[in-house]
């Protein structure tokens, strides 16, 4: 421990002890490999929320991570309070002087909680990683979410278009072209005017 | 008329009910609030998404805006609570093994708490004897009335919540889950999730909230001080629109309707015959069937719940004592009796009448000494 505190007073941070609590493995897994790449080698990811404080205080970390779609954060409240089973104080890095830190944080979707008494400087560049990390994993989730809509609609108008086609005994461009028009004039997306022709088709079954 | 956006966050429980109702029932819109209900799934969120203004108002734990207006546990932030969302509501489960040791040791009827009690500290003594592993029970935050609750059960009986058991923070999602798989022999927690683990056959209710205190504070509409105070208008319609929700709710008409209103999965998502019960005080406290009634269970404004009583903030705040979460001072309590703001309830609503059954402390615990805001010190020496 002596040791441990001496690296520290010379400002190697690679030997802070950094626990993600996130039941997202992907979404950890950005984060501990941005840390990593930073130089934190000591991270350790936490996904089971089963008995949280105990393993908490088995790793014994000096910074926790936790994700705020995580309804284990109140788990963590517990930490503050006085009590046999708490071995050390610990804080919430973004205290009273760090409102924009804790608004960047929370906007992010992240909650960061450090052992009281590390200088909040020293840990400021690990909460920037993350709001940053945990961006960019946001951005990531947007656009598969994109891609699977775009995925989806391409496959209700192409079911639309064989309606179409079947029914009117017209090509396939031709049935597009409907659609669009369709589109244009009631001032709707292909998409949503397909998806009317599959349902109107269903229920005329 | 003009019209005021405002984004509100709230835990999916039965006491946001008059929240759900004002929005979902059109209350909000009558009065040119255009309200965005944000569920949120921890206690730590709501404070600090209210407490960074990320929230303009939010469904809350009583005492936790009177710890974050003293700075305790965390970011001091001065809150407001000018509307009780809730009174009581909560109830204490235990795992079937549990209830049938408490029954065996059970001196008098188990419907009382006194005894209750007094059977789990001989439970606790015989395991300790034995060498069992400590008695683990769930509670939904350090900073609430339930734990507040169960630690004053318990310590009527003799038994020291911080040595004799183990007593853990466990979201309320998470409780029935716990209580299954033997992670907790116990929990307090509000409604609906009681109910759900005795509809899941793995709890049984022991007593409701009410039988240990007959008017215990339970969640609040919490604002900025300075939100407050900028923004007085809105939080006046505000309070008038949770006024008509709470009467909507209170009249057994409309109980079908309410029910539907607050089950759909992005409100509290239970079913809406469990959330009618909760209501009524209508809950069945084991899969056998057997069930209880108690108006009190939960009070949503009835009986002028809704006012909300700087004797409860003080309440609160000896309880916070009481635990050693916080130190007795003067300044303390006057910082949490100003939480509890009547005047503002008063100057929207009107003056609340007297209380038809209000006890006459304020609290009405089952046991222990008289409320006394005016000499917590003595209070609490009675102990």
């Given at each position: 421990?002596?040791?441990?505190?001496?690296?520290?007073?010379?400002?190697?941070?690679s030997?802070?002890?950094?626990?993600?609590?996130?039941?997202?493995p992907?979404?950890a897994?950005?984060?501990?490999d941005?840390?990593?790449?930073?130089?934190?080698?000591n991270?350790?990811?936490?996904?089971?929320?089963?008995?949280?404080?105990?393993?908490i205080?088995?790793?014994d970390?000096?910074?926790?991570?936790?994700?705020?779609e995580?309804?284990?954060r109140d788990?963590l409240?517990?930490?503050?309070?006085?009590?046999?089973?708490?071995?050390?104080?610990i804080?919430?890095?973004?205290?009273?002087?760090?409102a924009?830190?804790?608004?960047?944080?929370?906007?992010?979707?992240?909650?960061?909680?450090?052992?009281?008494?590390l200088?909040?400087?020293?840990?400021?560049?690990?909460?920037?990683l993350?709001?940053?990390?945990?961006?960019?994993?946001a951005r990531?989730?947007?656009?598969?979410?994109?891609?699977?809509?775009?995925l989806?609609?391409?496959i209700v108008?192409?079911?639309?278009?064989?309606i179409l086609?079947?029914?009117?005994?017209?090509s396939?461009a031709?049935?597009y072209a409907l659609l669009?028009?369709?589109?244009?004039?009631?001032?709707k997306?292909?998409?949503?005017?397909?998806q009317?022709?599959v349902?109107a088709?269903e229920?005329?079954? | 008329?003009i019209?005021?956006?405002?984004?509100i966050?709230?835990?999916?429980?039965?006491?946001?009910?008059?929240?759900i109702?004002?929005?979902?029932?059109g209350?909000?819109?009558?009065?040119?609030?255009v309200?965005?209900?944000?569920?949120?799934?921890s206690?730590s969120?709501?404070?600090?998404?209210?407490?960074?203004?990320?929230?303009?108002a939010?469904?809350?734990?009583?005492?936790?805006?009177?710890?974050?207006?003293?700075?305790i546990?965390?970011?001091?932030?001065?809150l407001?609570?000018?509307?009780?969302?809730?009174?009581?509501?909560?109830?204490?489960t235990?795992?079937?093994?549990?209830?049938?040791?408490?029954?065996?040791?059970a001196?008098g009827d188990?419907?009382?708490p006194?005894?209750?009690?007094?059977?789990l500290a001989r439970?606790v003594?015989?395991r300790?004897?034995?060498?069992a592993?400590?008695?683990?029970?769930?509670?939904?935050?350090?900073f609430?009335?339930?734990?507040?609750?169960?630690?004053f059960?318990?310590?009527a009986g003799?038994?020291?919540?911080?040595?004799d058991?183990?007593?853990v923070?466990?979201?309320?999602?998470?409780?029935?889950?716990?209580?299954s798989?033997?992670?907790?022999?116990?929990?307090?927690v509000g409604?609906?999730?009681?109910?759900?683990?005795?509809?899941?056959?793995?709890?049984?209710?022991?007593?409701?909230?009410?039988d240990?205190?007959?008017r215990?504070?339970?969640?609040?509409?919490?604002v900025?001080?300075?939100?407050?105070a900028?923004?007085a208008?809105?939080?006046k319609r505000?309070?008038i629109?949770?006024?008509?929700?709470?009467?909507?709710?209170?009249?057994?008409?409309?109980?079908d309707?309410?029910?539907s209103?607050?089950?759909?999965?992005?409100?509290?998502?239970v079913?809406?015959?469990?959330?009618?019960?909760?209501?009524e005080?209508?809950?069945?406290?084991?899969?056998?069937?057997?069930?209880?009634?108690?108006?009190d269970?939960?009070l949503i404004?009835?009986?002028?719940?809704?006012?909300?009583?700087?004797?409860?903030?003080?309440?609160?705040?000896?309880?916070?004592?009481?635990?050693?979460?916080a130190p007795?001072?003067?300044?303390?309590?006057a910082?949490?009796?100003?939480c509890?703001?009547?005047?503002?309830?008063?100057?929207?609503l009107?003056?609340?009448?007297?209380?038809?059954?209000?006890?006459s402390?304020?609290v009405?615990?089952?046991t222990g000494?008289?409320?006394?805001?005016?000499d917590?010190?003595?209070?609490?020496?009675?102990?």
């Open positions: 421990m002596a040791h441990r505190m001496e690296r520290r007073l010379f400002g190697m941070d030997t802070l002890k950094i626990v993600i609590v996130d039941e997202n992907v979404r897994a950005i984060l501990a941005g840390l990593r790449e930073a130089g934190y080698t991270v350790t990811h936490i996904d089971e929320m089963t008995n949280l404080l105990a393993r205080y088995t790793l970390p000096d910074v926790i991570l936790i994700d705020l995580n309804p284990s788990v409240a517990q930490m503050f309070q006085v009590s046999r089973v708490v071995k050390r104080p804080a919430m890095f973004v205290d009273q002087s760090d924009a830190a804790i608004e960047a944080a929370v906007d992010a979707g992240i909650s960061a909680y450090i052992v009281d008494g200088k909040k400087e020293r840990i400021k560049n690990i909460l920037d993350c709001i940053s990390r945990f961006h960019a994993f990531l989730r947007e656009e598969l979410e994109r891609a699977r809509t775009a989806s609609e391409r108008i192409d079911r639309a278009k064989g086609m079947r029914i009117k005994k017209i396939e031709d049935a669009r028009t369709a589109a244009m004039n009631e001032n997306k292909i998409a949503d005017v397909a009317s022709v349902t088709a229920l005329l079954k | 008329m019209e005021d956006r405002l984004r966050g709230f835990i999916p429980l039965v006491d946001a009910a008059a929240l109702v004002a929005v979902d029932r209350f909000a819109a009558d009065e040119g609030l309200i965005e209900l944000v569920r949120e799934v206690w969120n709501v404070r600090d998404k209210l407490n960074i203004g990320l929230f303009d939010a469904h809350l734990l009583a005492p936790l805006a009177i710890a974050s207006s003293l700075g546990g965390h970011v001091k932030v001065p407001l609570a000018p509307f009780m969302l809730g009174v009581n509501g909560n109830a204490i235990v795992s079937p093994a549990l209830y049938e040791a408490v029954a065996a040791d001196d188990l419907g009382d006194s005894v209750s009690a007094q059977a439970v003594a015989r300790r004897r034995v060498g592993e400590l008695l683990t029970f769930g509670m939904t935050f350090p609430s009335t339930h734990n507040y609750q169960i630690r059960w318990m310590a003799g038994v020291d919540p911080d040595r058991v183990r007593l923070v466990l979201p309320p999602p998470y409780m029935a889950d716990s209580l798989s033997r992670q907790v022999d116990g929990f307090c409604a609906p999730w009681n109910s759900v683990a005795v509809e899941l056959g793995i709890g049984r209710i022991l007593h409701f909230g009410c240990l205190m007959a215990a504070p339970e969640k609040i509409l919490a900025r001080a300075a939100w407050a900028n923004r208008d809105v939080l505000l309070l629109v949770l006024g008509r929700a709470s009467d909507f709710i209170n009249n057994p008409a409309h109980g309707e309410v029910a209103l607050l089950a759909v999965p992005d409100r509290i998502g079913a809406p015959e469990i959330i009618r019960r909760t209501l005080g209508r809950m069945r406290v084991a899969i056998d069937g057997a069930s209880r009634i108690d108006a269970y939960i404004g009835r009986d002028d719940a809704a006012r909300p009583e700087p004797n409860s903030a003080a309440w609160l705040y000896a309880q916070m004592v009481r635990w050693k979460q007795l001072s003067a300044d303390a309590l910082t949490a009796q100003a509890f703001r009547p005047d503002l309830y008063d100057f929207a009107g003056a609340g009448a007297m209380r038809r059954r209000a006890p402390d304020g009405g615990a089952f000494p008289r409320f006394d805001p005016a917590i010190a003595k209070y609490l020496a009675a102990f």
